[in-house]
């Protein structure tokens, strides 16, 4: 018990250093990096959560965003109602929207380091293998990307705890507490994210076929007890399972009738839909030939030569999707343990009780599931000349075309890899005698576990305590009204627009989701320079416009330099001031400050004009 309570300590001290320096900036810095504005809509959601309890407004609907038409926030795709009640406790009660987002990021880590652990501790019987193996999965650049990204992608722990529960299971199958922390880990895995769901419930279903076939093929007809023994164990599973989906059925009934309606009318997918997406995606966001072999682009050393393969068919398109590193120590070490149980699988065999973890059948469980989970991650098909060699993605998206980015299977390879790491570690310590050098080892190891997962210099953390001027002047102008931010995010929500209005505190035009009337309007709005744009938003209650110059350079498209060109020249509005370019305090660190010039703009236009959209 000792021992693991240093390793508790061991933990949190490496997350630090991992994440550093966001423990000391925990109230105005979140782990980011240059690649996505995803963030700033989950704190921006946070912040609403809050402003709308103590404002006594609706935590279901708001105009805060799309206004004046509004939106139904949880109408269009899967809540879940743990998720729903965690997010909402935590935005309430703490003191800012910067903190809940940490809190969850940190607590995600070092429960994923944890759990993992366990599960490799429980297999190799090695508190240094466990350590090894909790910091291979916890650590590795998949985690990083997404905690600089997807919030929910970070909720990796209810993986291994729903491996860990099911042997648990399976090896002790008479203890209720079994029975109960298995009930409770498929409830966890079922109320966070999508696609962790998905993931996990693929990582069971792999573990029971195993058991099925290694199971039954050794012991048919041979033990009729151990038969029977693994008939009870897969009853208490589908009863948990069935069980458990009776009382979650509320929050996939909204997903169930969405997914049934599309087989009805004629229907595209779009990345916008949580029902199905494009099947295109399934390319684009698969894992390619070395996404699991190079290291991260953010690798302070070997980043560089990475950099170079980003936007090729041999590593993928995306920074984040295609952040897959398994790294090249935990292979080495995988590649350890296959070795010695496939020259002595034949010698253990099972234990002769059924109730004790057997390396042999574990080793080869987790060379299953990183089998099952790497294929999992591939295109829809692999083409040969004429032939096609048809992958899992391309049937799984027939039954479920809401998931698309099957490269995130990349985090169940890791999770494989890092138990196949645990038991080479083992395998080698197992030669040495003394204490001393078995812990001398497991720290190299350790040390170049994390050197090739380190990704700083520069820091991975962005400033969001302080934003442009232009909205602590916006904060201070009285009454009631709207705002409208330029260039107009009339294809998809901008999430800097919404985070900006954590400060302003104004409603704003902007954040409408297309399929809705309010991004209708906004597709007849998007030409600032058109007189009949100021009419319609004076009709829609706006009160000033501002006009971010570099969103309209930046493109370097002709068309939008020339719209820049004619704003000023719309007698619906006037120029009231102009706020210069703004850099970050800080210059090792990123921020939210940074910004080119902007405009603000009154509307002065004489009419008011209904949007044709509206009629």
Same mark, same amino acid.
């Not at 729903?162 to 409770?184: G, H, P, R, V």
């Not at 072999?293 to 980043?303: E, K």
């Not at 010698?347 to 004790?356: A, D, K, M």
């Given at each position: 018990?000792?021992?693991?309570? &240093? ?69 269009? %795709? ?67 990307? $997404?905690?600089? @990204? ?38 966890? &895995? ?28 050794? *012991? ?14 897969? %009853? ?7 069980? +458990? ?14 997914? &049934? !309606? ?10 916008? !839909? ?37 936007? !090729? ?13 398994? %790294? ?5 070490? /995988? ?12 010698? $253990? ?14 080793? %080869? ?12 991650? @591939? ?13 899992? !993605? ?20 890791? &999770? ?13 310590? #197992? ?42 002047? =916006?904060?201070? @102008? ?5 705002? /409208? #931010? ?11 627009? *919404? ?23 906004? @597709?007849?709005? $998007? ?33 939008? +330099?020339?719209? =820049? ?10 120029? +009231? ?36 959209? $509206?009629?």
């Amino acid at each position: 018990m000792k021992k693991n309570i &240093l390793v508790f300590l061991i933990f949190p001290m490496i997350i630090i250093v991992m994440t550093y320096p966001l423990l000391f900036n925990f109230t105005t810095c979140i782990p980011g990096f240059f690649s996505t504005d995803e963030p700033y809509g989950s704190m921006w959601s946070f912040w609403r959560i809050k402003y709308s309890f103590l404002n006594r407004l609706s935590l279901k609907r708001t105009d805060l965003i799309a206004y004046p038409f509004g939106m139904d926030l949880y109408a269009s %795709g899967f809540i879940s109602y743990l998720w729903l009640f965690w997010t909402h406790l935590l935005s309430i009660f703490t003191n800012n929207y910067v903190i809940t987002w940490n809190i969850q990021i940190i607590l995600n880590l070092f429960l994923s380091t944890i759990i993992s652990y366990f599960l490799i501790l429980y297999l190799t019987k090695s508190i240094l293998a466990g350590l090894l193996g909790g910091i291979i999965f916890s650590l590795c650049p998949y985690q990083f990307v $997404r905690i600089w @990204q997807h919030l929910g992608l970070t909720y990796n722990q209810w993986l291994p705890l729903i491996l860990l529960s099911a042997i648990l299971l399976k090896e002790k199958l008479t203890d209720k507490k079994n029975t109960f922390l298995f009930f409770i880990s498929f409830f966890f &895995l079922l109320s966070f994210d999508w696609s962790i769901m998905y993931l996990g419930i693929i990582s069971l279903f792999c573990f029971l076929v195993y058991v099925l076939f290694y199971h039954w093929r050794l *012991k048919f007809f041979k033990k009729r007890e151990l038969v029977i023994s693994d008939f009870r164990f897969f %009853g208490k599973v589908f009863i948990s399972i069935v069980l +458990i989906f009776i009382i979650l059925f509320p929050q996939f009934l909204w997903a169930i009738k969405n997914r &049934l !309606s599309i087989n009805k009318i004629n229907f595209t997918p779009s990345a916008f !839909s949580h029902y199905a997406r494009p099947f295109d995606d399934l390319f684009t966001q698969s894992a390619k030939p070395l996404s699991y072999l190079l290291p991260p682009v953010v690798h302070p050393v070997f980043g560089k030569f990475t950099e170079q393969f980003v936007g !090729s068919q041999l590593y993928g398109v995306s920074f984040t999707e295609h952040t897959l590193y398994l %790294g090249w120590v935990p292979l080495i070490l /995988a590649f350890v343990a296959v070795r010695r149980w496939r020259r002595e699988r034949k010698l $253990r065999g099972q234990s002769p009780s059924g109730t004790v973890p057997c390396e042999n059948f574990y080793i %080869g469980f987790f060379i299953f599931l990183t089998m099952v989970a790497w294929l999992f991650s @591939q295109p829809p098909w692999w083409k040969f000349g004429p032939i096609k060699i048809f992958m899992p !993605s391309f049937f799984m998206y027939k039954i479920l075309p809401m998931f698309r980015a099957y490269c995130r299977f990349g985090i169940v390879v890791m &999770l494989a890899i890092s138990v196949l790491a645990g038991f080479g570690l083992k395998f080698i310590l #197992e030669r040495f005698k003394t204490q001393k050098t078995k812990l001398v080892i497991t720290a190299l190891f350790c040390g170049l576990v994390l050197f090739e997962f380190r990704n700083w210099p520069p820091y991975k953390v962005i400033e969001v305590s302080r934003v442009p001027e232009v909205y602590y002047w =916006l904060k201070e @102008q009285p009454g009631d009204f709207a705002i /409208a #931010e330029y260039p107009l995010d009339a294809d998809s929500p901008n999430e800097m627009y *919404k985070f900006y209005q954590t400060k302003h505190k104004k409603k704003i035009i902007n954040g409408t989701i297309p399929g809705t009337y309010a991004h209708k309007v906004a @597709q007849e709005i $998007r030409r600032l320079s058109e007189p009949k744009t100021a009419g319609i938003l004076k009709w829609m209650g706006v009160k000033y416009v501002l006009v971010h110059r570099d969103g309209y350079l930046q493109t370097e498209l002709i068309e939008e +330099i020339e719209e =820049l060109s004619k704003i000023p020249h719309n007698p619906g509005l006037k120029l +009231i001031k102009t706020f210069p370019a703004e850099d970050c305090p800080q210059k090792d660190i990123m921020c939210v400050k940074k910004t080119g010039p902007i405009d603000v703009y009154e509307l002065v236009a004489a009419q008011a004009i209904e949007p044709a959209a $509206r009629k």
